[in-house]
């Protein structure tokens, strides 16, 4: 499976962006889906995660209310909808896919994901 992640860039405090996870090499709907980020300096940190269906989602505290994870089975195709951007959740964001849905603790840990993507930049400016 290859992930490419899209859809970073720069925006104000408050503002919003749109990333997406395209998936190749068989149908994303086999794999749970998987938002992470990693600021400079700082530990890969889990953001919200997607089962295969679409029916159970997991956030991290922080964003929750603020992002909304989705995926477009049909499309191959992950989305995470960012809103109200703070400037601390500036860091580069990472796709990731895993075949089994497990706690949350499970789903937080990044060594338990197989697949990655290269990572998109998001900076939100104060």
């Known amino acids: 499976v290859q992930l490419q992640a899209s859809g970073g860039g720069l925006v104000q405090a408050g503002g919003s962006l749109r990333l997406s996870c395209a998936t190749s090499?068989?149908?994303?709907?086999?794999?749970?889906m998987g938002w992470f980020r990693q600021a400079p300096g700082k530990e890969r940190e889990f953001v919200a995660v997607i089962s295969w269906s679409g029916d159970r989602i997991f956030y991290i505290d922080s964003v929750k209310g603020r992002f909304t994870i989705s995926r477009d089975n049909a499309k191959d195709t992950v989305s995470l909808q960012m809103n109200s951007l703070k400037p601390e959740d500036t860091a580069v964001y990472y796709c990731a896919a895993r075949q089994n849905w497990g706690t949350y603790g499970s789903m937080a840990r990044p060594p338990l994901y197989n697949y990655w993507g290269q990572g998109t930049q998001v900076t939100v400016s104060s």
């Open positions: 090499g068989r149908t994303s709907s086999f794999y749970v």
